[in-house]
């Protein structure tokens, strides 16, 4: 066996250990919480753009939709108000 190999190597097999522990928890996140299968799908998913800036338009278009719903309870009252007048 080659001097490096982790049956040799103590401290080698046990990061060897824990690196593959991190790749398994890194594919259940891709499978389970971000629903793809590896990195290629995802990437497709994404549509070439990083997590950060699809979290900005989606605080984009939460900040816009809370701007509609004011804008319509703003008009939904004026109209309350003209009928009633």
Known sequence: MAPNST???PNLATKYAEIQQINQTLVSFLKHELGG?????LRTKLNGKTL????????DYETSLDELKRK???L???IISLTNA
């Open 37 to 41: 299968q590896d990195l290629k799908e």
């Open 52 to 59: 950060d800036e699809i979290l900005e338009e989606n605080e």
């Open 76 to 78: 939904e009252a004026e």
């Open 72 to 74: 319509k309870g703003e």
């Open 7 to 9: 049956s040799n190597n």
